[in-house]
């Protein structure tokens, strides 16, 4: 079975710009989650959606949006880069919503703004 | 007072020792709590998960302990092998929440051959 795939795996962008970063869950997961990475805030929850709903959203601004779509690939745009945006991003996908099961997370997104 | 292991960012031990990683969580409504194990260039790798109605859980070379008195977990590793090291994570979640998990701060855990 294919893990978790995201792509790019790296991405260079310059401040301004916007770029939209894809992950494709595990065949059959139903919830996708991402989450931002970097060496002083560590691993923090951006949002989760099931079933192509926004389930929970983390302290993020308005800049940082996502999507899911019927296959239950998922997306995630940020507009207007800063350079505290660069991070390495990352999606993690689970069977179902609201239970305790395991979530399996994708190599990552290394997103680097200049 | 009981003694509570206190978060180490990084951790260096030889080959063979047992390896015991700590975690204080901060959420008093958090019942399910995983520890990941991350490589460099790699995403968060599951290792165990404890529920909140249990206070020890044993893998494979693995144990998690929680305490939720005191809200303290620890990942114990028996027998450490070099291709243990990594970044290790603890996570806590709520079951209503969804599948959002909140992190710990990471341990870099070394293994001397």
């Known amino acids: 079975k294919a893990g978790v795939t995201q792509t790019p795996r790296y991405l260079i962008k310059t401040r301004g710009q916007q770029v939209t970063l894809s992950c494709s869950p595990i065949s059959g997961h139903r919830s996708v989650s991402w989450y931002q990475q970097t060496p002083g805030q560590g691993l923090q929850f951006l949002f989760e959606?099931?079933?192509?709903?926004?389930?929970n959203k983390g302290n993020f601004p308005g800049r940082f949006s996502g999507r899911q779509f019927s296959n239950s690939r998922s997306e995630m745009n940020v507009s207007t880069l800063e350079l505290g945006d660069s991070a390495l991003y990352l999606c993690?996908?689970?069977?179902?919503?609201?239970?305790?099961?395991?979530?399996?997370f994708g190599p990552g997104t290394r997103l680097t703004v200049l | 007072g009981e003694s509570v292991g206190l978060h180490l960012p990084t951790l260096s031990v030889q080959e063979g020792d047992n390896s015991i990683i700590n975690c204080a969580y901060s959420?008093?409504?958090?019942?399910?709590f995983i520890w990941y194990k991350q490589e460099s260039g790699k995403g968060p790798q599951f290792i165990i998960d404890i529920r909140s109605n249990m206070d020890k859980r044993q893998g494979q070379r693995v144990t998690v302990l929680l305490n939720k008195t005191v809200k303290h977990l620890s990942l114990q590793i028996a027998a450490t092998q070099p291709g243990d090291s990594a970044v290790y994570f603890c996570a806590e979640k709520e079951e209503t929440s969804g599948s959002r998990l909140t992190f710990g701060e990471g341990t870099q855990l070394t293994v001397n051959p």
């Open positions: 993690a996908s689970s069977l179902e919503q609201g239970r305790s099961d395991e979530q399996f």
């Open positions: 959606y099931f079933s192509e709903t926004q389930r």
């Open positions: 959420n008093s409504a958090s019942d399910y």
